[in-house]
């Protein structure tokens, strides 16, 4: 498949790419951003939503470094996955990052791309002929969403694997635009919508996320599920933080990628000062049986999906309170 003929502009400052994305703006031309273009590049193809300009960033080196509590918007998955500060500081986003696709699409994905990542959807991510047939939905050329059929909201899938541990870490990002600066808590940014996904302007650059200090006492992982153990996007993750004391939950933080439309983090789910036991683990089980809602638009049925959600908890509440 060709891409669509588009203007490509290529900055190589933060400050030449919010002036160019300023004056876009100002003159109402559509655009995109493309760090790896991993994700932006297959939707174009698809015809999904493609602009007329596209800024890349890869020739923004300002934004790769990977810091002692920071991570550059632009540094690649594979370079957080291998890095050593990242894996001693925060094992669980090196490991999250390592189970990203394949080694080819690491090394070009970002991790703001990540974090950005457009949603999914069966009836989404398909060619233009495909959905020509069999009519188009809400999110690209059509008025009704075809999973759930109404007009208001698209229930395309968020399916970033980065997106559940940096809830759990309770990471801020920075975002640079035309009116300077400013920080949002990962908690509060994303909409509960698949087309809109997240409060942010078009014309705002993510730059950096920003990951607070934790002691060794929190103790965090992720595990995911998919299709197979490569290339595949997860289709319920479940990242967690647990940190116990005179055997009982101190401090439980538990977050799911791969259900809806936005990554949730559900926080203790109820059960801070619980007793660190097996009882405590099925009830981590029962409680996100309870929250997680999957949608059939992604593979595998949404009731496996919800179930895989709940042994996750239980797994790793087990796991990391040594009780497993
Ligand atoms: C076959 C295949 C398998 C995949 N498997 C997985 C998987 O297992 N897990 C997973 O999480 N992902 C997966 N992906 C998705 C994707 O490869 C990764 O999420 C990757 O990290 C995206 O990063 P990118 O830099 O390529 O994003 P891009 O495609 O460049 O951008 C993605 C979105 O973010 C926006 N954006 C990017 N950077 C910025 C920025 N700095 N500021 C503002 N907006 C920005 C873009 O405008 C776009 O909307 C897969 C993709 C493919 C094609």
Not at 82 to 92: G, K, L, Y
Not at 98 to 122: A, E, H, K
Not at 168 to 186: I, K, Q, S
Request: glycine share 8%; proline share 6%; net charge neutral.
């Amino acid at each position: 498949m060709i891409l669509p003929p588009f203007e490509l502009h290529q900055p190589t400052t933060v400050d030449d790419a919010i002036e160019l994305a300023t004056q876009l703006r100002k003159d109402g031309v559509a655009f995109d951003w493309m760090a790896g273009g991993t994700d932006v590049l297959p939707n174009y193809k698809n015809r999904l939503n493609a602009r007329d300009h596209v800024i890349a960033l890869g020739r923004v080196d300002e934004l790769t470094s990977i810091g002692k509590n920071s991570i550059g918007a632009l540094a690649r998955i594979e370079d957080v996955a291998r890095n050593a500060r990242v894996q001693s500081d925060w094992p669980t986003i090196a490991k999250a990052a390592s189970l990203i696709s394949s080694p080819p699409l690491r090394n070009l994905g970002t991790v703001g791309g990540n974090l950005l990542l457009d949603t999914r959807c069966y009836y989404f991510n398909q060619s233009e002929f495909w959905r020509d047939s069999k009519g188009y939905c809400l999110k690209a050329d059509g008025d009704v969403c075809l999973v759930v059929p109404q007009k208001e909201t698209c229930y395309a899938t968020y399916s970033g694997d980065l997106a559940p541990i940096l809830l759990v870490l309770d990471v801020e990002l920075e975002f640079r635009g035309p009116n300077g600066a400013r920080r949002v808590p990962l908690r509060s940014f994303f909409e509960y919508d698949g087309i809109k996904r997240f409060e942010k302007s078009p014309d705002e650059l993510l730059v950096r996320v920003f990951v607070p200090s934790t002691d060794d006492a929190l103790r965090t992982d992720y595990l995911k599920l998919r299709a197979r153990d490569t290339i595949e996007y997860p289709v319920m993750g479940v990242a967690m933080g647990l940190r116990t004391k005179g055997g009982k939950v101190a401090d439980l933080r538990v977050a799911v990628t791969g259900s809806e439309a936005v990554p949730l983090y559900y926080g203790d789910l109820g059960l801070g000062g619980a007793a660190v036991d097996e009882a405590t683990a099925d009830a981590v089980q029962a409680a996100l049986l309870d929250k997680i809602t999957c949608y059939r638009n992604v593979p595998f049925p949404p009731g496996y999906r919800k179930a895989m959600g709940g042994e996750f908890g239980r797994k790793l509440f087990l796991d990391l309170s040594g009780k497993a």
